[in-house]
């Protein structure tokens, strides 16, 4: 369904083993689930314009890029600034059981929510099997 990858974790856990921190936020949490026949992603992006969102599938990779501006003006004197900025990005590799050609998107409540039908060819079917006499010979 979904193959994880993220070619900096092992340098983050070896960061936060030494100094106690995480080199970078999780500026996406996702979930990711299957629930019958589609496959859901839900992504946390509070505070995100949908204008700002893009959505980009290429081959088996879903990428999703997003900015979040500040909401205080630039003269403004931050006494307190723990909330990120910027253009995130995040890619899903997906894998080929999924029908990417219908895939759907919906953002509300800062949650965007992407749904992925199952490809045909990867649901359960029902194979039916024949009782007979004897035995039949296959031939090539």
């Given at each position: 369904?979904?193959?994880r990858t993220d070619p900096f974790r092992d340098l983050?856990?070896?960061?936060?083993?030494?100094?106690g921190t995480s080199s970078r936020p999780a500026v996406m949490p996702m979930d990711a689930y299957?629930?019958?026949?589609?496959?859901?992603?839900?992504?946390?992006?509070p505070g995100v314009d949908v204008d700002s969102i893009d959505l980009t599938v290429e081959r088996n990779v879903l990428t999703v890029h997003a900015e979040r501006k500040p909401?205080?003006?630039d003269n403004a004197e931050r006494v307190v600034a723990?909330?990120?900025?910027?253009?995130?990005s995040r890619q899903l590799f997906l894998g080929d059981t999924l029908d990417t050609e219908s895939l759907?998107?919906?953002?509300?409540?800062?949650?965007?929510t992407i749904k992925i039908p199952v490809a045909e060819q990867a649901k359960p079917r029902k194979v039916e099997i024949?009782?007979?006499?004897g035995r039949k010979e296959i031939s090539r």
């Amino acid at each position: 369904m979904l193959m994880r990858t993220d070619p900096f974790r092992d340098l983050d856990r070896l960061t936060e083993a030494v100094f106690g921190t995480s080199s970078r936020p999780a500026v996406m949490p996702m979930d990711a689930y299957r629930a019958d026949d589609m496959f859901l992603v839900h992504l946390d992006l509070p505070g995100v314009d949908v204008d700002s969102i893009d959505l980009t599938v290429e081959r088996n990779v879903l990428t999703v890029h997003a900015e979040r501006k500040p909401s205080v003006a630039d003269n403004a004197e931050r006494v307190v600034a723990e909330r990120t900025y910027g253009v995130f990005s995040r890619q899903l590799f997906l894998g080929d059981t999924l029908d990417t050609e219908s895939l759907t998107a919906d953002y509300d409540a800062g949650v965007l929510t992407i749904k992925i039908p199952v490809a045909e060819q990867a649901k359960p079917r029902k194979v039916e099997i024949g009782a007979g006499s004897g035995r039949k010979e296959i031939s090539r």
